[in-house]
Every structure is written in C-alpha cells, then in structure tokens.
C-alpha cells in the first residue's frame, strides 16, 4: 500500500515527503547513497511493520551511478553479504531506512548531483558539510561542486567543470 503523499517526517536536516532525493548517512547499511523517497510508513500504522522504533521511510537507490561508484557498492555490499554481488543484484529499490539515515537533498544543482553519484567520496564529503550546517554546504558546493578544483574550465554560465577529488579525475 502507498502512504499518503502529505505525510512529512523529520530527517537529519529537516522534513522528507515522497518524492524527496535524500542522500544516506555513511553510518548505516547503505551509506552514502543517492535516492529518492517512494513511500512513507508512519511508526503505528498497519503499514508499518519492521520492527524499526521510528518511521519507516521506503527509498529507491537506483540511480545513475558511475562506474567507479559502481564498483564501490559493489566491493561494500559483497563485504557486507559475505558473497560477491554485481550491481544489478543489489537490493536498492525499496529500501526500509530510518529517517535518521537521511539527509534531504531535492533541490541541489545537476553538478553537485554528479559528483556525489560518482564517488563515494564525494557523497560522504557533501554529507558531512550539510550535516554541519546547511547555508555551508550550499556555500561550498554552490563553488567547487563539492570537490577540490583540478582546472579551470569555464562555460557559458560561467562554472568551473573540472575537478580531482584526492586521486580520483572527475570532469563534468
């Protein structure tokens, strides 16, 4: 059954409603993830029912990773199984998280989007800052991206597009 769309339950940086992109803490099963809310469960309802002391809110994870993310999610949920698994084996389109995990993020730029669905890196970075403080985060990634500027390109708009996050060569 889908829950009510209206519902809104609090997260680590406000309040997520279905259709929310949310980003996971890297402190849960599935860290540093990209996804977007597709239900939500209330705490009481008959809906409800993993035993999580909180709202159950319903995530898909599913999204346009690169390759080097890939793999990394790859390597984690094999460790984490205890078997090897592909990507296309992992349980990422309706996950049960606790809004505790999450950190809204609908409303970011495509850029910063890129970059964190490319490295885990980068997601854990733009986690932390936002956790630290949202008018931050936006300051910081409004300018790089999120990652430490490599070389300058400019385009029309007039945004640098190139980027390295430690050894990893990332361009936009």
């Known amino acids: 059954m889908r829950s009510d769309d209206s519902i809104k339950v609090s997260c680590l940086n406000g309040k997520l409603q279905v259709g929310d992109m949310v980003l ?30 909180e709202d159950d809110v319903l ?4 999204g346009d990773y690169s390759f080097q993310r890939i793999k990394e999610m790859e390597k ?40 964190i669905l ?9 986690g932390t800052t936002l956790v630290k403080g949202h008018k931050q985060a936006d300051k910081t990634f409004s300018k790089t991206g999120g990652m430490v500027p490599y070389k300058e390109r400019s385009t029309s708009d ?15």
Do not use: W
């Open 59 to 62: 995530v898909n994870f599913e």
């Open 118 to 126: 490319a490295f885990e890196k980068n997601a854990q970075l733009f």
């Open 76 to 115: 984690h949920f094999s460790v984490l199984y205890g078997i090897e698994k592909t990507f296309e084996e992992l349980p990422i389109d309706s996950v049960i998280m606790s809004p505790t995990t999450l950190l809204r993020i609908t409303g970011i730029g495509e850029e910063v989007l890129q970059g």
């Open 158 to 172: 007039g945004k640098s597009l190139t980027f390295c996050f430690q050894s990893s060569f990332l361009e936009f």
């Open 24 to 53: 996971s803490i890297p402190a849960c099963d599935y860290p540093n993830m990209v996804g977007v809310v597709i239900e939500i469960h209330p705490l009481g309802s008959p809906e409800h029912d993993s035993g999580n002391p």
